[in-house]
């Protein structure tokens, strides 16, 4: 039982602390690794879950949850990070129905893009550190990635081709 109320504070902590996408990817790393699972693991969550239809959040969430508890973490974890970013949403969404007049409003919200964006790189720098010693072959699969989507390519295709090239120079 204290394994799942860890696992539902985790990502209750993570959800009301960040903003559910990529960006809570750095926290998760934080909160999870070494407590729930290792570094390699994570590793391999979040690549799965870039390539896979849907949240990246949630799937790390489950895939968190099942790898600590089975089924029922995988349940309890989910449910941690869908009730308080629900409920908040509800609450933000009625405040600002209110007020989406005011200039104040677009104004906060263009200054939220450059940090969300740093939060980003940092937490992609932190997971490019520990993948582990990849030499050359993993600068180089970073670097046609990030032209490929500096160019507009789907991002779910930039991370499948990045893990086949991983398949094939690193096995």
Same mark, same amino acid.
């Given at each position: 039982?204290?394994?799942?109320?860890?696992? $539902?504070? %985790?990502?209750?902590?993570?959800?009301?602390?960040?903003?559910? @996408?990529?960006?809570?990817? @750095?926290?998760?790393?934080?909160?999870? *690794? =070494?407590?729930?699972? %290792?570094?390699?693991?994570? *590793? +391999?969550?979040?690549?799965?879950?870039? *390539?896979?239809? @849907?949240?990246?959040?949630? +799937?790390?969430?489950?895939?968190?949850?099942?790898?600590? /508890?089975?089924?029922?973490?995988?349940?309890?974890?989910?449910? =941690?990070?869908?009730?308080?970013?629900?409920?908040?949403?509800? @609450?933000? !969404?009625?405040?600002?129905?209110?007020?989406?007049?005011? &200039? #104040?409003?677009?104004?906060?919200?263009? /200054?939220?893009?450059?940090?969300?964006?740093?939060?980003?790189?940092? &937490? &992609?720098?932190?997971?490019? +550190?520990?993948? /582990?010693? %990849?030499? #050359? +072959?993993?600068?180089?699969?970073? &670097?046609?990635?990030?032209?490929?989507?500096?160019?507009?390519?789907?991002?779910?295709?930039?991370?499948? !081709?990045?893990?086949?090239? =991983?398949? $094939? #120079?690193?096995?």
């Amino acid at each position: 039982m204290n394994l799942y109320l860890d696992l $539902f504070l %985790t990502f209750l902590k993570v959800n009301l602390l960040s903003t559910s @996408g990529p960006a809570s990817v @750095g926290l998760l790393y934080n909160e999870a *690794v =070494g407590k729930f699972v %290792t570094e390699g693991e994570f *590793v +391999q969550a979040v690549g799965f879950s870039s *390539v896979l239809p @849907g949240s990246d959040a949630l +799937q790390l969430a489950m895939y968190i949850g099942y790898a600590a /508890g089975g089924i029922p973490g995988g349940l309890v974890a989910l449910l =941690g990070s869908i009730l308080p970013p629900t409920i908040l949403i509800l @609450g933000v !969404v009625m405040v600002l129905h209110r007020i989406r007049r005011e &200039a #104040w409003v677009q104004s906060f919200v263009e /200054g939220l893009t450059p940090a969300i964006s740093m939060v980003i790189l940092f &937490a &992609a720098w932190k997971i490019f +550190q520990k993948g /582990g010693e %990849t030499g #050359w +072959q993993g600068w180089l699969i970073g &670097a046609a990635s990030l032209v490929a989507l500096f160019l507009n390519a789907p991002a779910r295709i930039v991370v499948l !081709v990045a893990a086949v090239l =991983g398949v $094939f #120079w690193f096995s």
